[in-house]
């Protein structure tokens, strides 16, 4: 992947399971156990087809979601973790 642009922020968010099976509150269950953690979030464009956002939990697994636009990769990051695009670093 040419990376064309990369954005990135620094967040905390609750972080479900364990460090092979980290989950956003979203996709938790109730009693399920979480830690507060600082997130690291990426956004990375692709010259040809889209953008990726890049989440990485401190003491979890990276994982990245492919988007067909920023808007919608902002967005996502907006609804999983309250991040706002003017809060994103250039």
């Not at 996709?27 to 990485?56: M, N």
């Amino acid at each position: 992947m040419k990376t064309l642009t990369a954005t990135t922020r620094t967040t905390r968010s609750r972080i479900f399971g364990t460090a092979d099976s980290g989950r956003l509150v979203a996709q938790a269950t109730e009693d399920e156990p979480f830690q507060e953690c600082e997130v690291r979030l990426g956004i990375q464009r692709d010259s040809d087809s889209g953008y990726l956002l890049i989440l990485s939990p401190a003491g979890y697994f990276t994982v990245d979601a492919w988007h067909d636009s920023l808007e919608a990769v902002q967005n996502r990051a907006r609804d999983l973790l309250g991040v706002n695009f003017e809060e994103w670093s250039l």
